[in-house]
């Protein structure tokens, strides 16, 4: 099982203010998947608005080349991977939340 060093160890406390380094650990981890989750919805957020829809039907039309913009145009792939991996993402974290929580 790895270890946490020391050094780690009394940053991680001092920078929770805890004194118990799972507590520490715990309130850290809970933070970032919080933190990435949020600004991943921001992303998908901003997006949707855009284009005015939900990623499953953007990727729907984009397959059925129904989209008002060129499908093969560089902004047009650029958001769709962009999209894709903030919900990749998105869904990755918020599965790790669930099972940490």
């Known amino acids: 099982m790895p270890t946490l060093s020391p050094d780690v160890g009394a940053h991680l406390l001092k920078a929770t203010r805890s004194r118990d380094l799972d507590e520490a650990f715990e309130n850290v981890l809970s933070e970032y998947l919080e933190m990435k989750i949020a600004a991943l919805q921001e992303t998908t957020d901003r997006l949707e608005e855009k284009w005015e829809m939900e990623f499953f039907t953007f ?16 902004d047009v792939e650029q958001d769709f991977w962009e999209w894709e991996e903030a919900e990749t993402l998105k869904a990755h974290y918020q599965t790790v939340q669930a099972e940490w929580m």
Not at 59 to 73: I, P
Request: charged share 50%; hydrophobic share 25%; aromatic share 0%.
């Open 59 to 74: 990727k729907r039309r984009l397959a059925e080349d129904d989209l008002s913009d060129d499908a093969h145009s560089h």
